[in-house]
C-alpha cells in the first residue's frame, strides 16, 4: 500500500469507531461489501421451484380473492391461462386482512368501525405469523415481501390463569414447574417407583437429566434458581430476588399445561415470521402480479352453472363464461350458491363446520410493555375469555404501538361477537387491567376489533371438518369443470401455507387436464 493511502479495513474500522455500526454498515455497503439497501429495494434472490410444465391457452374464471384464489390467478397466469377473478368484498386477500388507519370495517348487522390508528400502526386481523418451513416464506422470498422475526414466544411475558393469585412472568411460571415436575420425578426415580422401566444405567443418566433440567439442588430437591427471574435486574449490583418460592401444590394449580406445551408445537416454534409492513403485503404482491384489472372487487356470485363445453358464473354485476371454474370460496358459502353442481357435492361443501375467532387491537399512546414491563414482542396467556394477549413484533422503541387485547376462540369468540364494539372494548379492558394495571385503559389511543363470523361473504375464521372423510376427499377432484380451492381443503386449515399448497394442488390438475385434452 502507498503512503498516504489507507485500506478498506482501517476505514470501516474508523467509521465503526466514529459513527457506530450503521455508519460502518453503510460504509460497507457503498463498497460492495454488504447490501446497501431500503425495504423498497428489496429483490427476490430466485423464483419458486414451483411451475407447471408447458404453456395453454384456457379462460379460467376464480371466484374469490383471498390467498387461494390469488395463487391460482399467479401461477395459472405464467403459464399463459387468462383469469379473471371475482371477489365479493371491496379488497384483496380474503382472511390475510391487516387494518390501517382510515380502514372502515362494517359486519354483518350493519356496525362499521373506522381506524384511527396513527401513521405506521397496523393491526393483522386475521393470520399473523408465519412458521419458517411453511410454503408462504417461498412465496415472500419469489414476489419480493421482505419479511421479520416475529416473537411468537417470550419468557417475559405473563401467564394468568384462575390457578393463580396474580399474574406472574411466564419465565418464573415454567421454571417453577420444570423444576418441581423434575424433583417428583428424581424422588419416584430414587424411590424405586421406575425400576421396572429403568435400568440401573439409565437411572444415572435420567437423574442428570432431571437434576439439569429443572435446576435442582445436589440433594434433588428444587429450590428456585435464576431461571424465574429477578425483581431488579443484575448490573453492577446482584440481582434482587423476585419473591419467595411458591409451594408445590399451588404450582400444580397454575394450570399451565398448554403454555408449557405451546412452543414445542411443529407450527408454532421459534422462529416465526411476518411480512414487514403488515400481513396483506403478500396479497398485494399476489393481486399486482396477477394484473388488478384481472381482478374484479365488490362483485359477489350468485350462481355457478356447468355447461357442456364451459362454466357460466352469474355476479350482481353481469355474467362471465369460462372454460374453467376454481371456486375459493369458504365452503359454507358456497354451498347456499345456486347452480347445478351435484347434490352429493353441495352437500360435501356443507360438511365442515365454520368457527368463531375474534380479535381486538388496542392502540396505545406509548409502549409501556417495553418500557415499564421489558417485554418486547411475545404473548401472554390467560384462562380468561380474552384467551390472549400479543405484543407488537415491529416499531421497539418507537412511541406508539398496538396491543392485541384478545385473541379468542369459539364461545369466547362468539360473546365477544354478540357485543356492540364498544363493549368488546371495555370488556377487553377489564381483563387485560388485571394482568398490567390501570395504564392498559388509561394509555388506550383507539381500537378496532374484528368477529370473523361477522365479517360478509366469509363468516367464519376457518373451518372444521369432523373428518377427513369421503366428503374431503371429494371435493380434492373437479365437480365438472368447477374445481375446489382453500385452506379448508388441506392439512393446514387456518394457515396460508394451507391455501396456497391448495392452490399449486388445483393449478396443476387444471393444467394437466388442459393439456390432454388439447
Known amino acids: ?7 478498506r479495513r482501517a476505514l470501516l474500522v474508523g467509521l465503526g469507531v466514529a459513527g457506530g455500526a450503521g455508519a460502518m454498515y453503510a460504509a460497507m455497503g457503498a463498497l460492495g461489501l454488504a447490501p446497501d439497501r431500503h425495504e423498497d429495494d428489496y429483490a427476490p434472490p430466485q423464483r419458486s421451484d414451483f411451475a407447471l410444465r408447458g404453456k395453454a391457452a384456457a379462460k379460467v374464471v376464480i371466484l374469490g380473492a383471498g390467498i387461494a384464489g390469488l395463487a391460482t390467478a399467479y401461477e395459472l397466469g405464467k403459464a399463459g391461462y387468462d383469469c379473471t377473478v371475482l371477489e365479493a368484498r371491496d379488497r384483496v386477500g380474503g382472511r390475510s386482512f391487516t387494518i390501517r388507519g382510515g380502514d372502515k370495517i362494517t359486519e354483518l348487522g350493519g356496525e362499521t368501525q373506522e ?22 416464506l417461498d412465496y415472500c422470498r419469489e414476489l419480493g415481501v421482505p419479511v421479520e422475526v416475529f416473537v411468537n414466544d417470550n419468557p417475559n ?3 394468568f390463569n384462575s390457578g393463580m393469585k396474580a399474574p406472574v412472568r411466564t419465565r418464573m411460571a415454567r421454571a417453577d414447574t420444570y423444576g418441581y415436575m423434575s424433583e417428583l420425578l428424581a424422588k419416584a426415580t430414587n424411590a424405586g417407583t421406575l425400576d421396572k422401566m429403568v435400568t440401573s444405567a439409565d437411572r444415572e443418566v435420567l437423574l442428570d437429566f432431571v437434576s439439569e433440567f429443572g435446576g435442582l439442588s445436589d440433594d434433588g430437591v428444587y429450590r428456585g434458581t435464576s431461571r424465574r427471574g429477578y425483581r431488579t435486574d443484575p448490573g453492577v449490583d446482584a440481582g434482587t430476588s423476585p419473591g419467595p418460592l411458591p409451594p408445590m401444590s399451588e404450582v400444580l394449580r397454575y394450570g399451565l399445561g398448554r403454555t408449557v406445551a405451546f412452543p414445542f408445537d411443529y407450527d408454532q416454534a421459534m422462529p416465526m415470521f411476518q411480512p414487514v409492513g403488515g400481513m396483506d403485503s403478500l ?3 399476489l393481486a399486482d402480479a396477477v394484473g388488478r384489472d384481472r381482478i374484479q372487487t365488490s362483485t359477489q356470485v350468485t350462481k355457478i352453472t356447468n355447461l357442456p363445453d ?9 355474467s362471465v363464461k369460462a372454460d374453467y371454474c376454481v371456486a375459493a ?4 358459502i358456497l354451498a347456499r350458491t345456486s347452480g347445478n353442481l351435484d347434490a352429493r357435492v353441495v352437500a360435501a361443501l356443507r360438511t365442515p363446520t365454520p368457527l368463531s375467532a375474534g380479535k381486538i387491537g388496542l392502540e396505545y399512546r406509548r409502549r409501556w410493555w417495553e418500557t415499564d414491563e421489558r417485554i418486547y414482542g411475545g404473548i401472554t396467556e390467560t384462562d380468561m375469555d380474552i384467551s390472549h394477549i400479543w405484543y407488537p413484533s415491529y416499531g421497539f422503541n418507537g412511541v406508539q404501538g398496538l396491543v392485541v387485547g384478545y385473541y379468542n376462540l369459539n364461545a369466547d369468540a362468539d360473546s365477544y361477537a ?4 364498544a363493549d368488546r372494548e371495555r370488556r377487553a379492558i377489564q381483563q387485560g387491567i388485571r394482568v398490567h394495571g390501570d395504564k392498559y385503559r388509561t394509555e388506550l389511543l383507539s381500537s378496532v376489533s374484528i368477529a370473523w363470523r361477522k365479517q360478509p361473504h366469509i363468516e367464519g375464521a376457518w373451518v372444521g371438518w369432523p373428518s377427513y372423510g369421503a366428503e374431503f376427499t371429494l371435493l380434492q377432484e373437479p365437480a365438472g369443470r368447477v374445481y375446489f380451492a382453500g385452506d379448508w381443503l388441506t ?4 394457515w396460508q401455507a394451507g391455501a396456497l399448497d391448495s392452490a399449486r394442488k388445483v393449478v396443476t390438475q387444471l393444467h394437466q387436464r388442459v393439456l390432454k385434452e388439447g
Do not use: C, D
Open 1 to 7: 500500500m502507498s503512503e498516504g493511502t489507507i485500506s
Open 310 to 318: 364451459g362454466v357460466e358464473v352469474v355476479h350482481g354485476g353481469g
Open 115 to 136: 381506524a384511527r390508528f396513527g401513521e405506521g400502526v397496523y393491526f393483522n386481523a386475521g393470520p399473523a405469523r408465519i412458521a419458517q418451513w411453511m410454503l408462504t
Open 283 to 285: 396479497a398485494n404482491k
Open 491 to 494: 392439512h393446514l386449515i387456518a
Open 157 to 159: 411475558g405473563y401467564t
Open 418 to 421: 354478540a357485543m356492540k364494539h
Open 329 to 332: 370460496m369458504p365452503p359454507h
